[in-house]
Protein backbone atom coordinates (compact mmCIF):
# COMPACT_ATOMS: atom_id res chain seq x y z
CA UNK A 1 0.00 0.00 0.00
CA UNK A 2 1.17 3.14 -0.95
CA UNK A 3 1.42 6.76 0.75
CA UNK A 4 -1.57 8.21 -1.28
CA UNK A 5 -3.68 4.63 -0.93
CA UNK A 6 -3.13 4.75 3.00
CA UNK A 7 -3.96 7.81 3.51
CA UNK A 8 -7.39 7.39 1.14
CA UNK A 9 -8.17 4.53 3.92
CA UNK A 10 -10.07 5.27 7.21
CA UNK A 11 -6.90 4.07 9.18
CA UNK A 12 -4.86 6.51 7.09
CA UNK A 13 -7.41 9.48 8.06
CA UNK A 14 -7.21 8.53 11.28
CA UNK A 15 -3.56 8.46 11.54
CA UNK A 16 -2.60 11.41 10.13
CA UNK A 17 -5.82 13.08 11.92
CA UNK A 18 -3.99 12.38 14.88
CA UNK A 19 -0.09 13.74 14.19
CA UNK A 20 -1.73 16.71 12.94
CA UNK A 21 -2.76 17.11 16.61
CA UNK A 22 0.66 15.19 17.84
CA UNK A 23 3.32 16.14 15.79
CA UNK A 24 1.48 19.58 14.06
CA UNK A 25 1.18 20.18 10.45
CA UNK A 26 4.30 21.16 9.70
CA UNK A 27 5.70 17.47 10.79
CA UNK A 28 7.04 15.76 8.15
CA UNK A 29 4.43 12.90 8.02
CA UNK A 30 2.00 15.25 6.85
CA UNK A 31 3.70 17.50 4.62
CA UNK A 32 2.16 18.28 1.55
CA UNK A 33 4.01 19.16 -1.42
CA UNK A 34 3.00 21.37 -3.82
CA UNK A 35 3.36 22.11 -7.51
CA UNK A 36 2.22 25.64 -8.95
CA UNK A 37 1.25 25.80 -12.64
CA UNK A 38 1.38 29.67 -14.01
CA UNK A 39 4.00 31.67 -11.76
CA UNK A 40 4.81 34.71 -13.63
CA UNK A 41 5.46 37.51 -12.00
CA UNK A 42 4.77 40.72 -14.59
CA UNK A 43 4.29 44.44 -14.57
CA UNK A 44 3.43 46.54 -17.36
CA UNK A 45 5.65 48.06 -19.25
CA UNK A 46 4.93 51.49 -20.71
CA UNK A 47 7.93 51.36 -23.35
CA UNK A 48 6.36 48.58 -25.29
CA UNK A 49 2.76 48.84 -24.23
CA UNK A 50 2.67 45.13 -22.38
CA UNK A 51 3.27 43.10 -19.49
CA UNK A 52 7.06 41.46 -18.84
CA UNK A 53 7.99 39.61 -15.98
CA UNK A 54 9.42 42.01 -13.23
CA UNK A 55 10.54 41.28 -9.60
CA UNK A 56 8.46 44.09 -8.58
CA UNK A 57 5.37 43.10 -10.47
CA UNK A 58 2.21 42.10 -8.87
CA UNK A 59 -0.20 41.05 -11.18
CA UNK A 60 0.70 37.11 -11.45
CA UNK A 61 -1.71 34.75 -9.83
CA UNK A 62 0.25 31.51 -9.36
CA UNK A 63 2.79 33.79 -7.63
CA UNK A 64 0.71 35.49 -5.45
CA UNK A 65 -0.74 31.97 -4.50
CA UNK A 66 2.43 30.10 -4.15
CA UNK A 67 3.67 32.82 -1.57
CA UNK A 68 0.43 32.65 0.53
CA UNK A 69 1.27 28.80 0.64
CA UNK A 70 4.49 29.10 2.31
CA UNK A 71 2.59 31.08 5.06
CA UNK A 72 1.01 27.46 5.40
CA UNK A 73 2.26 25.05 8.37
CA UNK A 74 3.03 22.14 6.33
CA UNK A 75 3.14 22.91 2.94
CA UNK A 76 6.03 22.50 0.76
CA UNK A 77 6.50 24.07 -2.93
CA UNK A 78 7.91 21.01 -4.33
CA UNK A 79 7.81 22.49 -8.03
CA UNK A 80 7.11 25.57 -10.26
CA UNK A 81 5.99 25.42 -13.40
CA UNK A 82 5.75 27.91 -16.86
CA UNK A 83 5.72 28.17 -20.31
CA UNK A 84 7.83 31.09 -19.82
CA UNK A 85 11.62 30.19 -18.27
CA UNK A 86 11.83 33.36 -16.76
CA UNK A 87 8.68 33.05 -14.70
CA UNK A 88 9.83 29.64 -13.61
CA UNK A 89 13.48 31.13 -12.45
CA UNK A 90 11.92 33.68 -10.10
CA UNK A 91 9.42 31.84 -8.75
CA UNK A 92 12.13 29.35 -7.96
CA UNK A 93 14.60 31.84 -6.26
CA UNK A 94 11.64 33.45 -4.27
CA UNK A 95 10.86 29.65 -2.13
CA UNK A 96 14.64 30.05 -1.91
CA UNK A 97 14.77 33.01 -0.84
CA UNK A 98 11.42 32.97 1.27
CA UNK A 99 11.63 29.30 2.47
CA UNK A 100 15.39 27.80 2.11
CA UNK A 101 14.89 26.02 -0.38
CA UNK A 102 14.91 25.14 -3.73
CA UNK A 103 11.64 23.75 -6.25
CA UNK A 104 12.25 21.60 -9.49
CA UNK A 105 11.32 23.97 -12.73
CA UNK A 106 9.34 22.42 -15.37
CA UNK A 107 8.07 24.22 -18.48
CA UNK A 108 5.17 21.25 -19.87
CA UNK A 109 2.85 20.94 -16.48
CA UNK A 110 2.26 16.76 -17.90
CA UNK A 111 5.92 16.66 -16.37
CA UNK A 112 5.06 17.91 -13.34
CA UNK A 113 1.89 16.17 -13.05
CA UNK A 114 3.80 12.80 -13.52
CA UNK A 115 6.66 13.84 -10.68
CA UNK A 116 6.01 11.47 -7.50
CA UNK A 117 6.99 14.49 -5.36
CA UNK A 118 4.00 16.01 -6.20
CA UNK A 119 0.80 15.62 -3.66
CA UNK A 120 -1.19 18.47 -5.13
CA UNK A 121 -1.21 21.38 -8.02
CA UNK A 122 -2.48 24.77 -7.93
CA UNK A 123 -3.39 25.93 -11.40
CA UNK A 124 -3.19 29.57 -12.43
CA UNK A 125 -2.38 29.78 -16.18
CA UNK A 126 -4.36 32.00 -18.67
CA UNK A 127 -8.25 30.79 -18.49
CA UNK A 128 -8.04 29.35 -21.99
CA UNK A 129 -5.81 26.49 -19.83
CA UNK A 130 -7.96 25.66 -16.87
CA UNK A 131 -10.04 22.84 -17.90
CA UNK A 132 -7.18 20.67 -20.00
CA UNK A 133 -4.69 21.62 -16.91
CA UNK A 134 -7.41 20.59 -14.51
CA UNK A 135 -8.55 17.46 -16.21
CA UNK A 136 -4.75 16.38 -16.56
CA UNK A 137 -3.36 16.93 -12.82
CA UNK A 138 -6.77 14.77 -11.65
CA UNK A 139 -5.78 12.12 -13.97
CA UNK A 140 -2.40 12.29 -12.99
CA UNK A 141 -3.85 11.67 -9.45
CA UNK A 142 -2.93 15.25 -8.37
CA UNK A 143 -5.69 16.88 -6.10
CA UNK A 144 -6.39 20.43 -7.64
CA UNK A 145 -6.51 23.71 -6.53
CA UNK A 146 -8.26 25.76 -9.73
CA UNK A 147 -8.05 29.64 -10.29
CA UNK A 148 -11.24 30.58 -10.95
CA UNK A 149 -12.80 30.58 -13.77
CA UNK A 150 -13.12 26.92 -14.66
CA UNK A 151 -13.20 27.24 -18.17
CA UNK A 152 -13.74 29.52 -20.78
CA UNK A 153 -17.60 28.79 -21.68
CA UNK A 154 -20.29 26.80 -19.57
CA UNK A 155 -20.14 23.49 -21.20
CA UNK A 156 -16.14 23.18 -20.22
CA UNK A 157 -17.03 23.19 -16.20
CA UNK A 158 -18.87 19.93 -16.94
CA UNK A 159 -15.89 18.80 -18.29
CA UNK A 160 -13.60 19.37 -15.48
CA UNK A 161 -16.39 18.10 -12.79
CA UNK A 162 -17.23 14.34 -14.41
CA UNK A 163 -13.31 13.93 -14.34
CA UNK A 164 -13.37 14.42 -10.58
CA UNK A 165 -15.82 12.47 -9.52
CA UNK A 166 -14.60 9.69 -11.77
CA UNK A 167 -10.88 10.22 -10.13
CA UNK A 168 -12.09 11.46 -6.32
CA UNK A 169 -9.45 13.83 -6.15
CA UNK A 170 -9.85 16.59 -4.25
CA UNK A 171 -10.88 20.16 -5.88
CA UNK A 172 -11.21 23.42 -4.80
CA UNK A 173 -11.63 26.65 -6.53
CA UNK A 174 -9.53 29.58 -5.54
CA UNK A 175 -12.51 32.07 -4.72
CA UNK A 176 -11.15 32.92 -1.40
CA UNK A 177 -13.36 35.05 -0.07
CA UNK A 178 -15.05 31.86 1.36
CA UNK A 179 -12.36 30.69 3.36
CA UNK A 180 -12.57 34.76 4.72
CA UNK A 181 -13.33 34.29 8.73
CA UNK A 182 -15.65 37.70 8.46
CA UNK A 183 -17.72 36.62 5.16
CA UNK A 184 -18.33 33.50 7.01
CA UNK A 185 -19.66 34.85 10.07
CA UNK A 186 -22.02 37.38 7.73
CA UNK A 187 -23.08 34.72 6.20
CA UNK A 188 -24.37 33.07 9.29
CA UNK A 189 -25.88 36.04 10.53
CA UNK A 190 -28.33 35.46 7.35
CA UNK A 191 -28.54 32.37 7.61
CA UNK A 192 -29.95 33.08 11.24
CA UNK A 193 -33.80 33.96 10.45
CA UNK A 194 -33.45 36.29 13.08
CA UNK A 195 -33.11 39.09 9.91
CA UNK A 196 -36.15 37.73 7.87
CA UNK A 197 -35.12 36.07 4.42
CA UNK A 198 -32.23 37.30 2.16
CA UNK A 199 -34.22 38.71 -1.13
CA UNK A 200 -31.89 40.39 -3.71
CA UNK A 201 -28.24 40.68 -3.91
CA UNK A 202 -26.40 43.64 -5.84
CA UNK A 203 -22.79 43.35 -6.23
CA UNK A 204 -20.24 45.00 -8.39
CA UNK A 205 -16.79 46.08 -9.47
CA UNK A 206 -15.35 48.85 -11.04
CA UNK A 207 -11.74 49.51 -12.40
CA UNK A 208 -9.90 52.01 -13.73
CA UNK A 209 -7.75 49.74 -16.11
CA UNK A 210 -5.07 50.96 -18.67
CA UNK A 211 -6.43 51.02 -22.56
CA UNK A 212 -5.26 47.97 -23.65
CA UNK A 213 -4.22 47.98 -27.28
CA UNK A 214 -3.17 45.17 -30.21
CA UNK A 215 0.35 44.82 -30.69
CA UNK A 216 2.14 44.72 -33.94
CA UNK A 217 3.22 40.62 -34.78
CA UNK A 218 6.53 40.40 -33.16
CA UNK A 219 9.33 38.01 -32.45
CA UNK A 220 8.58 35.21 -29.35
CA UNK A 221 10.30 36.41 -26.38
CA UNK A 222 13.71 34.07 -25.54
CA UNK A 223 12.77 31.39 -23.35
CA UNK A 224 8.76 31.49 -24.24
CA UNK A 225 7.16 28.54 -25.70
CA UNK A 226 4.83 30.13 -27.51
CA UNK A 227 2.94 26.96 -29.00
CA UNK A 228 2.71 25.47 -25.45
CA UNK A 229 1.12 29.00 -24.10
CA UNK A 230 -1.89 28.33 -27.03
CA UNK A 231 -2.11 24.89 -25.76
CA UNK A 232 -6.03 23.94 -26.69
CA UNK A 233 -6.47 27.39 -28.18
CA UNK A 234 -6.57 27.55 -31.99
CA UNK A 235 -3.66 28.62 -33.10
CA UNK A 236 -2.01 31.70 -33.85
CA UNK A 237 1.33 31.41 -35.97
CA UNK A 238 2.67 34.93 -34.96
CA UNK A 239 3.21 35.98 -31.42
CA UNK A 240 0.63 38.70 -29.60
CA UNK A 241 2.23 40.71 -27.18
CA UNK A 242 -0.05 41.86 -25.67
CA UNK A 243 -1.49 38.55 -24.29
CA UNK A 244 1.58 37.87 -22.57
CA UNK A 245 1.66 37.34 -19.28
CA UNK A 246 -1.97 39.54 -18.16
CA UNK A 247 -4.10 40.62 -20.92
CA UNK A 248 -4.87 37.99 -22.24
CA UNK A 249 -7.88 37.97 -20.10
CA UNK A 250 -9.78 40.31 -22.51
CA UNK A 251 -9.18 38.52 -25.46
CA UNK A 252 -11.25 35.51 -26.54
CA UNK A 253 -10.44 32.06 -27.11
CA UNK A 254 -8.00 33.33 -24.20
CA UNK A 255 -9.88 34.56 -21.37
CA UNK A 256 -13.23 35.99 -20.29
CA UNK A 257 -13.30 39.50 -19.72
CA UNK A 258 -13.79 41.79 -16.68
CA UNK A 259 -17.60 39.88 -15.83
CA UNK A 260 -15.74 36.32 -14.71
CA UNK A 261 -12.58 37.72 -13.70
CA UNK A 262 -13.69 40.00 -11.61
CA UNK A 263 -17.58 39.51 -11.17
CA UNK A 264 -16.93 35.57 -10.10
CA UNK A 265 -15.64 36.57 -6.61
CA UNK A 266 -18.67 38.88 -5.47
CA UNK A 267 -21.17 36.80 -7.48
CA UNK A 268 -20.55 33.74 -5.73
CA UNK A 269 -20.83 35.78 -2.93
CA UNK A 270 -24.20 36.74 -3.45
CA UNK A 271 -25.66 33.36 -4.35
CA UNK A 272 -23.71 31.75 -1.01
CA UNK A 273 -25.36 34.35 0.57
CA UNK A 274 -28.91 34.15 -0.99
CA UNK A 275 -28.70 30.43 -0.06
CA UNK A 276 -29.50 29.87 -4.08
CA UNK A 277 -28.84 26.87 -6.54
CA UNK A 278 -28.59 26.73 -10.12
CA UNK A 279 -30.28 29.83 -11.68
CA UNK A 280 -33.23 29.57 -14.25
CA UNK A 281 -32.60 33.25 -16.19
CA UNK A 282 -29.41 34.55 -17.08
CA UNK A 283 -29.00 37.90 -18.99
CA UNK A 284 -26.45 40.68 -19.41
CA UNK A 285 -26.02 43.63 -21.28
CA UNK A 286 -23.61 46.29 -21.81
CA UNK A 287 -20.74 47.33 -24.20
CA UNK A 288 -17.48 48.42 -25.52
CA UNK A 289 -18.22 52.23 -24.13
CA UNK A 290 -14.72 53.24 -23.42
CA UNK A 291 -11.74 53.89 -25.23
CA UNK A 292 -13.09 53.37 -28.50
CA UNK A 293 -10.64 51.27 -31.26
CA UNK A 294 -9.07 49.51 -28.27
CA UNK A 295 -8.21 45.92 -28.87
CA UNK A 296 -10.25 44.97 -25.80
CA UNK A 297 -12.54 41.97 -27.55
CA UNK A 298 -15.37 41.74 -24.60
CA UNK A 299 -17.39 45.01 -23.49
CA UNK A 300 -15.73 46.48 -21.00
CA UNK A 301 -19.06 47.69 -18.85
CA UNK A 302 -21.76 45.12 -17.79
CA UNK A 303 -24.93 44.13 -16.24
CA UNK A 304 -25.56 40.81 -15.23
CA UNK A 305 -29.23 39.50 -13.62
CA UNK A 306 -29.78 36.41 -12.10
CA UNK A 307 -33.09 34.83 -11.42
CA UNK A 308 -32.96 31.52 -8.83
CA UNK A 309 -36.09 28.97 -8.66
CA UNK A 310 -36.80 30.03 -5.13
CA UNK A 311 -37.40 33.67 -6.24
CA UNK A 312 -34.13 35.40 -4.77
CA UNK A 313 -32.25 37.80 -7.46
CA UNK A 314 -29.31 38.99 -8.12
CA UNK A 315 -27.27 41.74 -9.55
CA UNK A 316 -23.75 42.54 -10.79
CA UNK A 317 -22.77 45.68 -12.55
CA UNK A 318 -19.31 46.32 -13.46
CA UNK A 319 -16.90 48.54 -15.82
CA UNK A 320 -13.11 48.08 -16.82
CA UNK A 321 -12.54 51.73 -17.41
CA UNK A 322 -13.73 53.64 -14.55
CA UNK A 323 -12.39 53.62 -11.25
CA UNK A 324 -15.78 55.25 -9.54
CA UNK A 325 -16.89 54.09 -6.53
CA UNK A 326 -20.66 54.09 -6.84
CA UNK A 327 -22.13 52.15 -3.68
CA UNK A 328 -21.37 52.17 0.24
CA UNK A 329 -18.39 54.02 -1.19
CA UNK A 330 -16.73 51.28 -2.43
CA UNK A 331 -14.79 50.57 -5.90
CA UNK A 332 -16.41 46.55 -5.34
CA UNK A 333 -18.43 44.81 -2.91
CA UNK A 334 -21.68 43.39 -2.46
CA UNK A 335 -24.86 44.01 -0.76
CA UNK A 336 -27.59 41.72 0.34
CA UNK A 337 -30.80 43.27 1.37
CA UNK A 338 -33.31 40.94 3.59
CA UNK A 339 -36.26 41.65 4.80
CA UNK A 340 -35.19 43.48 8.36
CA UNK A 341 -31.15 43.89 7.36
CA UNK A 342 -28.56 44.92 4.82
CA UNK A 343 -25.24 43.45 4.92
CA UNK A 344 -21.88 44.59 3.08
CA UNK A 345 -19.29 42.88 1.94
CA UNK A 346 -16.08 45.18 1.71
CA UNK A 347 -13.87 45.09 -1.05
CA UNK A 348 -11.08 44.42 1.63
CA UNK A 349 -13.11 41.68 3.41
CA UNK A 350 -14.47 43.00 6.18
CA UNK A 351 -18.39 42.90 6.63
CA UNK A 352 -21.23 44.36 8.48
CA UNK A 353 -24.90 44.00 8.98
CA UNK A 354 -27.03 47.27 9.13
CA UNK A 355 -30.36 47.69 10.09
CA UNK A 356 -33.34 47.76 7.24
CA UNK A 357 -32.51 51.47 5.53
CA UNK A 358 -28.55 50.48 5.70
CA UNK A 359 -27.96 53.82 8.03
CA UNK A 360 -27.57 52.05 11.62
CA UNK A 361 -24.57 48.96 12.15
CA UNK A 362 -25.67 46.50 14.31
CA UNK A 363 -22.73 44.32 13.40
CA UNK A 364 -19.71 44.19 11.93
CA UNK A 365 -16.55 41.88 11.29
CA UNK A 366 -13.21 42.84 10.28
CA UNK A 367 -11.07 41.51 7.48
CA UNK A 368 -8.23 40.93 9.96
CA UNK A 369 -10.57 38.39 11.86
CA UNK A 370 -9.49 34.99 11.63
CA UNK A 371 -11.64 31.71 12.87
CA UNK A 372 -10.51 29.98 16.34
CA UNK A 373 -9.53 26.61 14.05
CA UNK A 374 -7.31 29.12 11.65
CA UNK A 375 -5.26 30.62 14.82
CA UNK A 376 -4.71 27.09 16.00
CA UNK A 377 -3.61 25.73 12.55
CA UNK A 378 -0.75 28.34 12.82
CA UNK A 379 -1.54 30.26 9.40
CA UNK A 380 0.66 32.58 9.07
CA UNK A 381 -1.45 35.30 7.19
CA UNK A 382 0.39 38.44 8.30
CA UNK A 383 2.36 39.05 5.22
CA UNK A 384 2.75 37.84 1.42
CA UNK A 385 0.16 36.62 -0.68
CA UNK A 386 -3.03 38.09 1.29
CA UNK A 387 -4.85 36.86 4.66
CA UNK A 388 -8.03 35.10 2.60
CA UNK A 389 -5.64 33.55 0.19
CA UNK A 390 -3.60 32.01 3.32
CA UNK A 391 -6.28 31.24 4.59
CA UNK A 392 -7.56 29.51 1.49
CA UNK A 393 -4.88 27.70 1.14
CA UNK A 394 -4.80 26.41 4.45
CA UNK A 395 -8.54 24.86 4.05
CA UNK A 396 -6.97 23.17 0.55
CA UNK A 397 -4.04 21.49 2.48
CA UNK A 398 -6.19 20.20 5.19
CA UNK A 399 -8.79 18.49 2.95
CA UNK A 400 -5.81 17.62 0.96
CA UNK A 401 -4.19 15.81 3.98
CA UNK A 402 -7.58 14.26 6.00
CA UNK A 403 -8.68 12.96 1.94
CA UNK A 404 -11.88 15.48 2.71
CA UNK A 405 -13.88 16.37 0.02
CA UNK A 406 -15.49 19.51 1.86
CA UNK A 407 -13.42 21.83 0.46
CA UNK A 408 -13.90 25.67 1.13
CA UNK A 409 -15.34 25.71 -2.68
CA UNK A 410 -15.89 22.00 -4.32
CA UNK A 411 -16.80 21.25 -7.45
CA UNK A 412 -20.66 21.37 -7.37
CA UNK A 413 -20.92 24.65 -5.31
CA UNK A 414 -18.31 25.86 -7.70
CA UNK A 415 -20.58 25.32 -10.67
CA UNK A 416 -23.13 27.08 -9.67
CA UNK A 417 -21.66 30.09 -9.48
CA UNK A 418 -19.06 29.35 -12.19
CA UNK A 419 -21.60 29.23 -14.64
CA UNK A 420 -23.65 32.76 -13.69
CA UNK A 421 -20.67 35.26 -15.42
CA UNK A 422 -19.44 32.42 -18.08
CA UNK A 423 -23.46 32.67 -19.03
CA UNK A 424 -23.68 36.33 -18.85
CA UNK A 425 -21.01 36.04 -21.55
CA UNK A 426 -23.22 33.91 -23.90
CA UNK A 427 -26.29 36.47 -23.33
CA UNK A 428 -23.91 39.13 -24.26
CA UNK A 429 -22.84 37.68 -27.48
CA UNK A 430 -26.55 36.27 -28.06
CA UNK A 431 -28.68 39.14 -27.05
CA UNK A 432 -31.06 36.96 -25.30
CA UNK A 433 -31.69 35.51 -22.00
CA UNK A 434 -30.12 32.18 -21.26
CA UNK A 435 -32.72 29.78 -19.80
CA UNK A 436 -31.17 27.54 -17.25
CA UNK A 437 -32.85 24.05 -16.11
CA UNK A 438 -32.53 24.93 -12.24
CA UNK A 439 -32.52 20.76 -12.00
CA UNK A 440 -29.56 20.35 -13.73
CA UNK A 441 -27.53 23.18 -15.09
CA UNK A 442 -27.95 22.49 -18.30
CA UNK A 443 -29.97 24.97 -21.36
CA UNK A 444 -33.85 24.59 -20.81
CA UNK A 445 -33.58 24.27 -24.49
CA UNK A 446 -30.38 22.71 -26.14
CA UNK A 447 -31.46 24.14 -29.43
CA UNK A 448 -31.94 27.54 -28.23
CA UNK A 449 -28.79 30.22 -29.93
CA UNK A 450 -26.66 29.83 -25.94
CA UNK A 451 -26.39 26.17 -27.39
CA UNK A 452 -23.26 27.61 -29.74
CA UNK A 453 -21.27 28.57 -27.53
CA UNK A 454 -21.59 26.26 -24.90
CA UNK A 455 -18.14 24.42 -25.44
CA UNK A 456 -15.27 26.42 -26.85
CA UNK A 457 -13.24 25.13 -30.12
CA UNK A 458 -9.89 23.37 -30.06
CA UNK A 459 -6.64 22.93 -31.50
CA UNK A 460 -6.85 19.21 -32.96
CA UNK A 461 -5.19 17.11 -30.38
CA UNK A 462 -5.54 19.66 -27.84
CA UNK A 463 -9.83 18.09 -26.56
CA UNK A 464 -9.72 17.87 -22.73
CA UNK A 465 -13.02 15.39 -23.67
CA UNK A 466 -10.59 12.91 -25.44
Not at 46 to 69: D, F, I, S
Not at 171 to 196: D, E, H
Not at 272 to 288: E, N, S
Request: hydrophobic share 40%.
Amino acid sequence: MNRRDFISTGAGAFFFAAAGRALGAAAPSNRIRLCIVGCSRTKLDPTVGRNLMHPKGNRGRGYQVMVAALKVPGVEIAAVCDVDAAATAYAASEVKRIAGYEPKQYRDMREAFADPGVDAVVVATPDHWHVLAGVWALKAGKDLYLEKPIGITPGEAKVLAKVQRETKRIFQLGTQRRSSYSSQQAVAAIRSGKYGKPRWAKAWCLSDRPRVNRCAPMPVPEGLDWDLWQGPAPREKAFRGELVHYQWRFFRGYGTGDLPNNGLHFVDIARWALGAGWATRVYAGGGKLFYPGEGFEYEDTQMLNVNFADGTFLTWEGCSHSGAKPFMDQGTGCLVYLDDALVNFGPGGGTALFDRKGKKVIQQWSANDMSPEQIAGGVNASAGGGKNDAVHVAKFVECVRNRDPNTAMPIDEALKSDLLPICGNVSLLTGEVVQINPQTGELADPNCAAAKYWMPRYEPGWDPRA
